[in-house]
């Protein structure tokens, strides 16, 4: 009798929540789905009223991000993704690159990350073809996704539509956005009047600027953003030095070996004036490999910024405690708990059975959570190659999963309540 009310009982919420409304609050047709609330407040804009054939006309993507959450940079750092537009436009019409604003630093734990808060522009320069007839409206689509993150990272998305004239002339401004782009152009990072340099040896990175006659007590800061991927490690420290023949940054090279013959990147560097006033500046560097840098790079690896072997030994036994740690609050959790007593009463079960075959479930229970999680991690990196922003946890968000889980339940239920065994 038990089981069949327990039955009852779980059939019975199983359908209520599948079924139609009924009753008094039934209708036709369903109600409308609310379109789910942006952290970011995004708006794409032109420059200009009109376009010009065989002219660069200048657009914004111009971000409001909701308080605590960010943004990234082209590089994010140890997590995150960049914006990315997907145009779709007539024949002939060319996009640019996004040129980004100079980051900021993000620290989320231990991870370091690039990106933005409260608001940024990201600039995109479009190329009308020169045989672009003049009096004929254009219609240019933009489809533009980002990555935006405070505790968890949601992807976001939003369409927009331009249509524009394309005229012979000179095409007047749109004042509404004159000193939003103008901002913007003055905010991006110059290009750096010194040669660059850079080595990297036994775990250390070393960055030269060949910067001669600054002074140091004038160099306040200075912090190296490398949009390469993969060359130093982000959330280390940087370290300055401010010497006669310029400026160098010392900081842990990344764990994988640096293969390329020159990095791009943005150093900021924060100077104090004569009159007390604090000025920073940004500026975009190309840097190359430096045979005679890496010695040095080498021989003062240990000196602060270099990542030897024990910093990595110990960085893995606090990674390995931090992973334990985390894996005994998960089994306390009130979702998690409960399931353990089914995997304790199969384990007394064994009790009296042959220590072999009791070591030998622990090996297949231990080898099956392992291999069911690496092979989520495949799939999801998988994805993510293929360029899609995806990521452990958003899948709640999709009404048939949810509904998968529920049932999943459902079954659950059914088998503690008895009405039927899995081998």
Not at 119 to 125: H, I, K, Q, S
Not at 164 to 183: C, H, I, N, Q, W
Not at 246 to 257: D, I, M, W
Request: with cysteine.
């Amino acid at each position: 009798m038990r089981v069949l009310t327990t039955l009852f009982i779980c059939l019975f919420g199983t359908v209520g929540l599948l079924a139609a409304p009924s009753g008094a609050h039934a209708q036709s047709t369903p109600l409308p789905r609310a379109a789910p609330k942006l952290h970011v407040d995004a708006r794409l804009v032109g420059e200009k009223l009109a376009l010009k054939p065989g002219v660069t006309a200048w657009f914004a993507l111009h971000m409001k991000i909701d308080k605590g959450w960010h943004v990234y940079w082209k590089n994010p750092g140890d997590s995150g993704e960049p914006p990315v537009i997907d145009w779709k436009m007539p024949t002939g019409y060319r996009t640019g690159p996004l040129l980004f604003q100079p980051p900021h630093r993000l620290p989320v734990g231990p991870l370091m990350n690039y990106g933005y808060s409260d608001e940024t522009v990201y600039l995109v320069p479009v190329t009308v073809p020169a045989d672009a007839r003049p009096g004929a409206p254009v219609t240019l689509t933009a489809n533009a996704s980002w990555l935006v993150c405070e505790e968890i990272c949601i992807p976001e998305a939003k369409s927009f539509t331009l249509t524009l004239d394309v005229m012979s002339g000179d095409p007047p401004a749109d004042f509404r956005y004159t000193d939003l782009f103008a901002k913007a152009r003055a905010g991006l990072p110059k290009p750096s009047p010194w040669s660059a340099r850079f080595a990297s040896g036994k775990g250390a990175f070393l960055l030269r600027l060949d910067a001669k006659g600054l002074e140091r007590g004038r160099i306040q800061e200075a912090y190296f953003y490398p949009a390469t991927f993969g060359v130093i490690s982000y959330s280390a420290p940087q370290r300055l030095a401010v010497g006669s023949d310029g400026v160098t940054l010392r900081t842990e090279a990344s764990q994988k070996p640096i293969t390329t013959q020159s990095i791009n990147g943005v150093v900021v560097l924060t100077e104090k004036l004569a009159d007390g006033e604090t000025v920073t500046q940004a500026f975009a560097v190309k840097a190359t490999l430096d045979p005679a840098l890496a010695a040095a790079a080498a021989s003062r690896a240990g000196n602060g910024a270099g990542g030897g072997g024990g910093n990595l030994a110990i960085g893995f036994l606090l990674a390995l405690g931090l992973a334990l740690i985390g894996g005994v609050l998960l089994n306390v959790m009130p979702c998690v708990f409960p399931i353990l007593s089914m995997k304790l009463v199969a384990l007394a079960q064994h009790a009296h059975a042959e220590r072999r075959t009791v070591a030998g479930h622990g090996l297949a229970y231990a080898a099956g959570v392992v291999l069911f999680f690496a092979a989520i991690g495949a799939v999801l990196a998988a994805l993510r190659a293929g360029g899609e922003e995806i990521g452990w946890g958003f899948q709640m968000q999709e009404p048939v999963v949810v509904l998968l889980f529920g049932l999943l339940i459902f079954a659950i239920g059914l088998n503690l309540s008895g009405l039927y065994q899995i081998g």
